[in-house]
């Protein structure tokens, strides 16, 4: 079991990215210390929160100049120096752009193990890590020995994020510079995309589209659907691969895992890539108009028709029972 348990945790217009939750809820449960590490000059409106979910230590770098530079290379730098100093016993980092940047490079400055895209974790005895192969039909346990400490990259919604009730967290200040060849590549600017109702991996209710909606324009329909149930829309890698739709909309192994009380795949073969970020769903429901495709077989209710001539019909059902 593990002595001492960090949590890489990011934070995004004052907040905590929920992955950095889910994270300290599951490393409470592993027994130890837990403590975060955050890296923003915002920091200091998260501890709060940090110790609500299990942190009773942040480390916070509040330098602005971590906000002028790609994240990976000064965090590794100030991580790696941390560790050689506190002597942790596991890692856990967000599988994001930036946690998967961060435990790369801070694996190869230590010279430690580095699990990735994990799904869960457990530590009786020993710290095992668990991924998923081969389109998640078969699960891999990676028992992590060997010099300390370990590091596991884990795929966001792995875990709920549940609060414990944890007093205020000592706060430690973290000074080490950005090292000047970080500053060779800046960030220029950033924007956030803007959308009503919740994001897709917060959504309650998720409405996914795929090739069976036939042009992207039909997207539309699966946005007026999400606006009257209070859900988000996503979609499969073969329609965001043509363009139809952004990457940020992609839901399954390569994409978002998301885990909704409601999933409605319309238009969805159901292919093993994609049902991999779905399958946690509450209910799922599948519009197809193939009677033997893959995902009915994933399906709580299943629908065999036309999705461009059922979505319609359902945004009007809808429509009658707000009005």
Request: proline share 6%.
């Amino acid at each position: 079991m593990p002595g001492k348990i960090w949590v890489f945790t990011e934070v995004l217009e004052g907040k905590v990215v929920p992955v950095g939750l889910e994270l300290l809820t599951k490393a409470r449960s592993l027994g130890g210390t837990v403590e975060a590490l955050v890296f923003s000059p915002e920091a200091d409106q998260v501890t709060s929160t940090l110790g609500e979910y299990g942190a009773s230590t942040v480390y916070a770098c509040t330098d602005p100049g971590y906000q002028e530079v790609l994240l990976g290379g000064p965090a590794a730098d100030a991580i790696a120096q941390l560790a050689g100093e506190q002597n942790p016993d596991l890692i856990l980092v967000g599988a994001t752009y930036t946690g998967r940047d961060v435990a790369g490079r801070l694996a190869a400055e230590l010279g430690v193990p580095l699990i990735t895209n994990g799904v869960d974790v457990s530590a009786n005895g020993d710290t095992i890590v668990q991924t998923a192969i081969f389109g998640a039909t078969l699960v891999v346990q990676s028992k992590l020995t060997g010099k300390k400490p370990a590091i596991a990259t884990i795929r966001p919604k792995s875990f709920a994020a549940e609060p414990g009730g944890g007093a205020s967290p000592t706060v430690v200040q973290v000074t080490t510079p950005v090292a000047e060849k970080h500053k060779k590549a800046r960030v220029k600017e950033r924007v956030v995309a803007t959308a009503e109702g919740p994001t897709l991996e917060d959504a309650p209710i998720v409405i996914s589209g795929g090739r069976g909606l036939q042009d992207p324009s039909n997207f539309d329909l699966l946005q007026q659907v999400a606006a009257l149930v209070g859900g988000a829309v996503g979609a499969s890698r073969a329609v965001v691969d043509a363009g139809w739709v952004p990457y940020a909309m992609q839901v399954g192994q390569t994409g978002k895992t998301v885990k909704p009380t409601v999933y409605i795949a319309a238009g969805i073969s159901g292919a093993m890539q994609h049902t991999v970020g779905m399958k946690g769903a509450k209910t799922i429901v599948a519009i197809n108009k193939d009677p033997e495709a893959p995902i009915f077989k994933l399906a709580d209710l299943g629908v065999v028709g036309d999705v461009l001539k059922i979505l319609p019909q359902l945004i009007e059902a809808l429509k009658a029972q707000k009005g």
